[in-house]
């Protein structure tokens, strides 16, 4: 059973940086592709970004491209979100997830198997 804990979140201004971190345990994070999602109040589940197994291949949702970056560190089984010019729309739960495959870079949420808890990025403006 893989577990997966997010942190740094936080709140921040308009046009400012936050990196969040995703530490996996109990499986072998670095077989499979990770991705982040993201739900804000009343709204679906979102894809925002993904990243294979050996880093080869990363896609992000259209409005988070050239302001977000996905990377992975395989040795510390740890996911990261580097998020900059932060916009008050990107103001969401942050989740990250494991993904059933590990070359494929899926968007689709019902191809991940695991989840973190979330953690909260308010953004104002």
């Known amino acids: 059973q893989v577990q997966l804990v997010e942190s740094g979140g936080g709140l921040v201004q308009a046009g400012g940086s936050l990196r969040l971190s995703c530490a996996a345990s109990g499986g072998t994070f670095s077989n499979y592709a990770m991705g982040w999602f993201r739900q804000a109040p009343g709204k679906e589940r979102e894809f925002v970004a993904g990243i294979n197994w050996i880093e ?59 989840w973190g808890q979330g953690t909260q990025v308010t953004v104002s403006s």
Request: hydrophobic share 30%.
């Open 56 to 114: 080869a291949s990363t896609g992000y949702a259209d409005s988070v491209k050239g302001r977000f970056t996905i990377s992975r560190d395989n040795a510390k089984n740890t996911l990261y979100l580097q998020m900059n010019t932060l916009k008050p729309d990107d103001t969401a739960v942050y989740y990250c997830a494991s993904s059933r495959y590990s070359s494929y870079v899926s968007f689709r949420a019902h191809e991940y198997v695991y």
